[in-house]
C-alpha cells in the first residue's frame, strides 16, 4: 500500500492573509501568488515538505494546540531566533532553555495564540 504524504498542515485563522505573512517571514515558506480571503497557502521551497495553509474560522482558539510546529534556526542561535520572532510579532509564553548546560527549547505564540517551539540551530547541536 503507498504512503500517504502530508500536503498542507492547515491552521485556523481569524485573519489568514495577517498570519500567513507572519508564518512566511517565520519559515522562508511564499505566499502563494493570489490569495483567497478565507484560504491562504504557504507554499514550501521544496516539493518534499507540505504547505502550511491558513482558514479563516469565526471559532475562538480556547486550548493549548493538540499538534504544534517546532522550528529549526538555519543559521546563528536559538535565541537569536527567538528574539527575531518576538520582533516580528510572537509572544512568549514557556521558557524551557536550561542556562546550566544551554539545552532546551522556548515556546513562543504566533499572533493568533498559536503555540509553537523554537529549538537550537544545527550548529548549536553539532557544537
Known amino acids: 500500500m503507498p504512503a500517504n504524504p502530508v500536503r498542507h498542515i492547515t491552521i485556523d485563522a481569524h485573519d489568514p492573509l495577517r498570519l500567513a505573512r507572519f508564518w512566511a517571514e517565520v519559515t522562508g515558506f511564499v505566499v502563494e501568488d493570489e490569495p483567497?480571503?478565507?484560504?491562504?497557502?504557504?507554499?514550501?521551497?521544496?516539493?518534499?515538505?507540505?504547505?502550511?495553509?491558513?482558514?479563516?474560522?469565526?471559532?475562538?482558539?480556547?486550548?493549548?494546540?493538540?499538534?504544534h510546529l517546532d522550528i529549526e534556526p538555519p543559521t546563528g542561535t536559538r535565541d537569536e531566533a527567538v528574539q527575531r520572532l518576538l520582533a516580528l510579532g510572537a509572544t512568549m509564553h514557556e521558557d524551557h532553555?536550561?542556562?546550566?548546560?544551554?539545552?532546551?527549547?522556548?515556546?513562543?505564540?504566533?499572533?493568533?495564540?498559536?503555540?509553537?517551539?523554537?529549538?537550537?540551530?544545527?550548529?548549536?547541536r553539532a557544537g
Open 36 to 67: 483567497e480571503d478565507d484560504e491562504v497557502l504557504l507554499e514550501p521551497p521544496s516539493d518534499q515538505a507540505p504547505g502550511l495553509l491558513f482558514i479563516r474560522v469565526p471559532d475562538e482558539k480556547v486550548a493549548k494546540n493538540r499538534v
Open 97 to 124: 532553555r536550561r542556562a546550566s548546560d544551554g539545552l532546551g527549547w522556548v515556546t513562543l505564540r504566533d499572533p493568533e495564540g498559536n503555540e509553537f517551539c523554537v529549538e537550537r540551530s544545527a550548529a548549536e
